[in-house]
């Protein structure tokens, strides 16, 4: 399974981007048996655990994005998304995401720039 992030951009704080995951070759059941993450890392930096989702989409999040984060899934189409509001400095990174497991092909990522 080979794992695709798209949507990332240059945004003023304050903005919004939807971060799109598709996890290409996954089968239905595969996918939807998934917890799936969205990571970020920044420069100079350790890759962080940001927000997750399970099989019955329940939600969790690092405690800097909740309230602006919001993780979601379309297991018909293999995708994850994590809208994000009132984008500060701080959530400048490359953002990737993965099941748990972690064992699918890790994406090139995408990146989010939100200038200070």
């Known amino acids: 399974v080979r794992l695709v992030e798209s949507g990332g951009g240059l945004v003023q704080a304050g903005g919004s981007l939807r971060l799109s995951c598709k996890a290409s070759?996954?089968?239905?059941?595969?996918?939807?048996?998934?917890?799936m993450d969205w990571y970020r890392q920044a420069p100079g930096k350790q890759r962080e655990l940001v927000a997750s989702?399970?099989?019955?989409?329940?939600?969790e999040y690092v405690n800097s994005v909740t309230g602006r984060f919001t993780i979601s899934r379309d297991n018909s189409k293999r995708m994850a998304y994590l809208s994000m509001n009132n984008l500060k400095p701080e959530d400048t990174a490359v953002y990737f995401c993965?099941?748990?497991?972690?064992?699918?092909?890790w994406g090139p990522g995408t990146q989010v720039t939100v200038p200070s």
């Open positions: 993965n099941r748990r497991r972690s064992d699918w092909t």
């Open positions: 070759g996954a089968i239905l059941s595969d996918f939807s048996g998934s917890v």
């Open positions: 989702i399970t099989t019955d989409r329940s939600t």
